[in-house]
């Protein structure tokens, strides 16, 4: 289910449906070979999105781990003043 695969010419990545690379000119710019290529690319990008995503879910605990805290205090000061 590739939908773009790498240029044998010139190695950018190029929509699987092309004959010639739009950058180029090669022609046959997706030949079998450089489908393992692309599907590679496609799977580095998935791993760069999962650490992306994490990156930004572990930021976003600590805020809210800092909110839960600064909350406490709220509520605890509310507490003594009344």
């Known amino acids: 289910m590739t939908t773009i ?3 044998g010419g010139c190695g950018r990545t190029v929509e ?3 004959v010639f690379c ?3 000119g090669h022609s046959r710019a997706c030949d079998e ?3 393992e290529v692309a599907d590679s690319i496609q799977e580095m990008n998935v791993e760069e999105r999962i650490e992306k995503r994490t990156a930004v879910l572990d930021e976003m605990e600590k ?3 800092t909110l839960e805290k600064e909350l406490k205090i709220l509520i605890l000061s509310a ?3 009344r």
Do not use: A, Q, T
């Open 5 to 7: 695969c790498v240029c």
């Open 16 to 18: 699987k449906n092309y």
């Open 22 to 24: 739009p950058w180029c």
């Open 33 to 35: 070979s450089s489908n």
């Open 63 to 65: 805020k809210l781990d």
């Open 79 to 81: 507490e003594m003043h």
